[in-house]
């Protein structure tokens, strides 16, 4: 899920080895089709392309409960999402767009993520992957919805975690901090720490085959997350509010 964005389709490209079978599901559906190729050219046995509308949670349900009966996924990425702030010159976000991000961080990639769970805790086997983002360890004020929505999904994630692990099933959380891509450069301001897609497909799939339950990257972004915790409300509070990019 998410192979259309350049992490979703820097994962495909990493798992295409010789003879794999991929499912790419995406937004767009002619860099869907350019992943898939990249993906053959790569060695890939067989690559089956979806492009869908993640605010239909049902029409995707659907699809992803007759394509998991007909040949069940080993391992599931859900590399998915959306991201925006606040408008220039707005006091809070609008309501529609709170609404967007919640169904397509959170609601859509948590129901999808369950479904695969089941039928994997039924195998006994599986492997799934849920990427969120280091802004859901943080109140960020500009980007409230944004924030918002990967808090609830890293939150589903560490107990479907819990919940299948006995079963044979593990769930690795990534979060991780800024990735370049034209998502995160359409969001003004500084991105420290950077890291390229194929270079966090690589670190994500590592993590992934440890079973690891939890990666956060570039590890400095984990630090931020322990400072965060520990430092009292006010000046937490005015830090966060510092953050937000000019003319937000």
């Known amino acids: 899920m998410g192979a259309s964005g350049e992490l979703g389709g820097a994962l495909a490209r990493h798992y295409a080895r010789a003879g794999a079978r991929l499912s790419l599901w995406g937004r767009d559906s002619g860099r869907l089709a350019a992943a898939a190729r990249a993906c053959l050219d790569l060695g890939a046995g067989a690559v089956a392309t979806r492009s869908l509308d993640l605010t239909e949670v049902d029409g995707a349900l659907e699809a992803l409960s007759r394509e998991e009966a007909e040949e069940p996924f080993g391992l599931a990425l859900f590399a998915a999402g959306c991201g925006d702030i606040r408008a220039a010159g707005a006091l809070v976000e609008d309501a529609a767009q709170v609404a967007r991000l919640g169904q397509v961080n959170f609601v859509a990639q948590a129901a999808m993520a369950a479904c695969c769970a089941e039928s994997m805790v039924a195998r006994g086997r599986g492997t799934i ?44 959380l990534v979060s991780p901090g800024f990735i370049d891509t034209a998502a995160a450069w359409r969001v003004p301001g500084p991105k420290p720490l950077i890291l390229q897609p194929d270079r966090a497909a690589a670190l994500i799939a590592r993590a992934a085959a440890r079973g ?36 937000v």
């Open 212 to 247: 690891k339950a939890h990666l956060i990257l570039p590890w400095p972004f984990g630090l931020l997350r322990t400072v965060s915790a520990i430092l009292p409300r006010a000046v937490r509070d005015r830090l966060l509010r510092a953050l937000t990019p000019p003319g």
């Open 129 to 172: 992957v849920v990427i969120g983002s280091a802004a859901a360890d943080h109140a960020l004020p500009f980007a409230a919805a944004y924030a918002g929505s990967k808090a609830g999904l890293a939150r589903f994630a560490d107990a479907l975690r819990i919940n299948v692990r006995p079963h044979g099933v593990s769930v690795t």
